[in-house]
């Protein structure tokens, strides 16, 4: 059975009737995408090899971490001491101690302990060098790679004991150049010899001095030396040194360290939990030791005072005799000793407060406000004691002296001891629970996150090009815009055919002669839709006084030699008689696709070298004839204005049914103006994407100032792939045709 294709209509609907364009249109989104595919894949593909580049070279992070518990506890053992405990400051403060944590005196501390300050390092190729070396696996020195012989390549091991620079030196890279048998040289940043040394044995020279204890490299290798400041390495250190309270009131601190030296992460973090730990013990020993320093001065003043007083008491008893104390007397002297006890005690507490705070301190003004009272107590007391016998008075007050005396020296005593105790088992309030252990993997970089995220980036970046170039290129690719803006139909719109760029590619390299896209591929959908455009051309002829069509466009490279030749062999199909007029006197090329020679056309008859008869070629296509070009003359232009010309079209018009002209570009040359005021029609073709509305507007302007009238366009090339997307687009391609029994 025979095979059928058919052709939707053209698209000429009235202009300014689109409902879209101020709407979202995904299929219109959808097709750029699919027309920029390529360049998606493309930049997609080179983001994700960047992000696979830099994890090769990133180095890895590792992390060490431990955990810290702080107890807040009060002093045990100190019960005889209850009063003086906010003295004490038994009670801990969790933000404190992540303030001491971070302070320089723990910090500090560690740098010196560990040389934290000096950095040794070998000095790599630069991008690549480093990730090298670090997978290089085995105990021997890495072969160097293109004969760089100063560059560390892998296996490569510095260790520096201590490094003294004078001041101008400090931050400032020092170079080490390994040497024969351990030894080494060191150069500033201009290349100056500083000193040499030797492993195991102290260097000095220049106000420097070095002390490296081990060098593994081959001779020529260079290591960086730096030695930084306290203050820029407790900087440094705190910058990837984090601690916090793992849960609101545990007293459990989490401590962190990240760093890429995995071996060395735990060491630091630990060295610094026990440095707070240290100090720790020691503040809280130190309290101890003021406490009880205070008391041992106190204790030598109670003991004479005691003694005197019990002195006083017994010689008053030896001069009177035995005297008893009634009842009521022994109570009021119970009650005074109490009263002297208590004030004594607050006066202690008033003294130690008064060193760290001023007199209007509320603990202070609270303490005043307590010996007021026990003030007036005692002075009733007294007014009691007033209406005693002289000497029940007299025996009441030594009395008095030697138990008051006696009570605050024996607990006195009892919290000495206590404190020698406490002091000797002091633990401190911090202990380590786990101690600091490195990550067996990196932290960072994450492989699938980094290679996920650079792809994103990609795609990300590949549509923002796409909408750059989209914003910069202004050119027509749907033909509903030139119908809007310029108030011309669009007969045909001719979809891109791949069959037709195998033909002209082969055609061009000589594998082809002679070779059409509407004969060879009739069913292409290309063809199909000149096969619509054949039928509006009735119309656009309908009035015209001569049955000839006139092919141009506004610049080259449009495809309007495809238009005229394909067109040609379509018409002839259908029974018409059709001529092709190569009119292109600079360019053109016809000939080539139907297999003849250039020579004998249209410049040797308007010169008068040549008939009718010589010029008009048969083609293989019945019905269809061509007429080359000819030889190229000097003067197209005025070749075309001439008389000749006119006439061979006139001669060629009768004796065919239809006569196609294929005409330069008409914003390269005026020969289109000039050609069309002999024809009967002017088609214009235009090409998806290849030129802006104001490019076909200024041609169809040049034209009319001509006195040529375009009738409408042909639009070439457009993409059927990303038009299908385009939902509301009338200018479809449809492919109907038999299946096979």
Same mark, same amino acid.
């Given at each position: %059975?025979?095979?059928?294709?058919?052709?939707?209509?053209?698209?000429?609907?009235?202009?300014?009737?689109?409902?879209?364009?101020?709407?979202?249109?995904?299929?219109?989104?959808?097709?750029t995408l699919l027309e920029y595919k390529w360049l998606i894949v493309v930049v997609t593909f080179f983001a994700t090899l960047l992000g696979a580049v830099w994890l090769y070279i990133a180095t890895p992070v590792y992390q060490a971490d431990a955990l810290l518990q702080i107890e807040d506890k009060k002093a045990a053992g100190l019960t005889a001491l209850a009063e003086l405990q906010p003295l004490l400051g038994d009670s801990v403060s969790i933000t404190a101690q992540l303030e001491i944590l971070n302070s320089r005196m723990i910090l500090g501390r560690v740098v010196n302990q560990l040389k934290l300050d000096i950095s040794a390092k070998p000095n790599y190729m630069p991008v690549f060098g480093q990730a090298i070396a670090r997978r290089h696996a085995e105990e021997e020195l890495a072969a160097p790679l293109f004969g760089l012989n100063q560059y560390a390549w892998g296996g490569e091991k510095i260790r520096v004991e201590s490094l003294e620079v004078p001041k101008e030196l400090l931050g400032e890279p020092l170079t080490l150049t390994a040497g024969e048998n351990g030894k080494y040289q060191i150069f500033n940043e201009d290349g100056v010899k500083l000193l040499e040394?030797? =492993?195991?044995?102290?260097?000095?020279?220049?106000?420097?001095?070095?002390? =490296?204890?081990?060098?593994?490299?081959?001779?020529?290798?260079?290591?960086?030396?730096?030695?930084?400041?306290?203050?820029?390495?407790?900087?440094?250190?705190?910058?990837?040194?984090?601690?916090?309270?793992?849960?609101?009131?545990?007293?459990?601190?989490?401590?962190?360290l990240v760093g890429a030296d995995a071996e060395r992460l735990p060491v630091v973090l630990n060295d610094i939990l026990n440095s707070y730990v240290r100090q720790n013990v020691e503040f809280r020993s130190a309290e101890a030791e003021s406490t009880l320093k205070f008391l041992e001065t106190q204790l030598p003043l109670?003991?004479?005072?005691?003694?005197?007083?019990?002195?006083?008491?017994?010689?008053?008893?030896?001069?009177?005799?035995?005297?008893?104390?009634? %009842?009521?007397?022994?109570?009021?002297?119970?009650?005074i000793v109490d009263i002297e006890k208590e004030t004594i005690k607050l006066q202690q507490q008033r003294e130690e407060l008064r060193q760290r705070f001023t007199a209007e301190h509320p603990s202070v003004q609270a303490l005043d406000a307590q010996l007021d009272r026990f003030k007036s107590k005692r002075s009733q007391f007294e007014r009691n004691v007033s209406g005693l016998p002289t000497t029940q008075q007299t025996i009441l007050r030594l009395q008095r002296d030697v138990e008051v005396?006696?009570?605050?020296?024996?607990?006195?005593?009892?919290?000495?001891?206590?404190?020698?105790?406490?002091?000797?088992g002091t633990v401190g309030d911090a202990r380590v629970i786990d101690a600091a252990q490195v990550s067996l993997k990196p932290i960072s970089p994450k492989g699938p996150l980094i290679l996920a995220v650079a792809m994103l980036v990609g795609l990300l970046a590949s549509i923002v090009m796409i909408w750059a170039i989209r914003?910069?290129?202004? %050119?027509?690719?749907?033909?509903?815009?030139?119908?809007?803006?310029?108030?011309?139909?669009?007969?045909?719109t001719i979809p891109h055919s791949k069959s037709e760029a195998t033909l002209?590619?082969?055609?061009?390299?000589?594998?082809?002669?002679?070779?059409l896209l509407a004969i060879d591929f009739p069913e292409d959908d290309a063809v199909e839709s000149l096969r619509g455009l054949r039928t509006t051309i009735h119309f656009a002829l309908l009035d015209a006084d001569k049955g000839s069509l006139l092919i141009t466009g506004p610049s080259p490279g449009i495809g309007k030699s495809f238009i005229s030749k394909n067109l040609g062999a379509v018409l002839a199909q259908s029974g018409k008689r059709v001529a092709i007029i190569d009119a292109d006197l600079r360019k053109g090329h016809i000939h080539r696709e139907f297999g003849m020679q250039r020579e004998i056309g249209v410049s040797e008859f308007v010169s008068g070298n040549a008939k009718l008869a010589d010029i008009l070629k048969q083609t293989e296509v019945e019905g269809l004839a061509v007429i080359t070009t000819g030889q190229r003359p000097p003067n197209p232009s005025e070749l075309l204005m001439h008389p000749n010309f006119a006439e061979l079209l006139e001669q060629v018009g009768g004796l065919f049914d239809i006569l196609i002209i294929d005409a330069?570009?008409?914003?390269?040359?005026?020969?289109?103006?000039?050609?069309?005021r002999h024809t009967g029609a002017t088609l214009m073709v235009a090409r998806a994407g290849k030129h802006p509305i104001r490019e076909i507007e200024q041609a169809v302007k040049r034209l009319a100032q001509a006195g040529v009238q375009v009738k409408g366009f042909v639009f070439n090339d457009i993409d059927t792939t990303r038009q299908r997307y385009r939902y509301g687009y009338s200018g479809y391609v449809y492919r109907y045709s038999y299946t096979k029994d």
């Open positions: %059975m025979n095979a059928e294709q058919h052709t939707a209509a053209p698209n000429t609907a009235p202009a300014g009737i689109d409902d879209s364009d101020d709407e979202i249109n995904l299929g219109e989104i959808i097709a040394g030797e =492993v195991d044995q102290p260097a000095a020279g220049q106000d420097i001095t070095l002390f =490296v204890s081990q060098l593994l490299a081959r001779p020529g290798t260079e290591f960086t030396l730096t030695k930084a400041t306290e203050q820029e390495t407790v900087e440094k250190l705190r910058e990837s040194y984090k601690v916090k309270e793992r849960s609101k009131a545990s007293g459990v601190l989490e401590a962190t109670l003991k004479t005072q005691l003694d005197t007083a019990e002195s006083a008491f017994n010689n008053y008893r030896q001069s009177r005799g035995s005297v008893d104390l009634t %009842m009521e007397t022994k109570g009021v002297l119970d009650a005396s006696n009570k605050l020296y024996t607990e006195l005593l009892n919290s000495a001891q206590q404190l020698r105790v406490s002091k000797a914003s910069l290129r202004v %050119m027509v690719e749907d033909p509903d815009k030139l119908e809007k803006q310029l108030g011309l139909p669009v007969y045909a002209a590619r082969e055609i061009k390299t000589g594998k082809r002669r002679g070779e330069p570009p008409i914003l390269a040359v005026s020969d289109a103006a000039i050609i069309g």
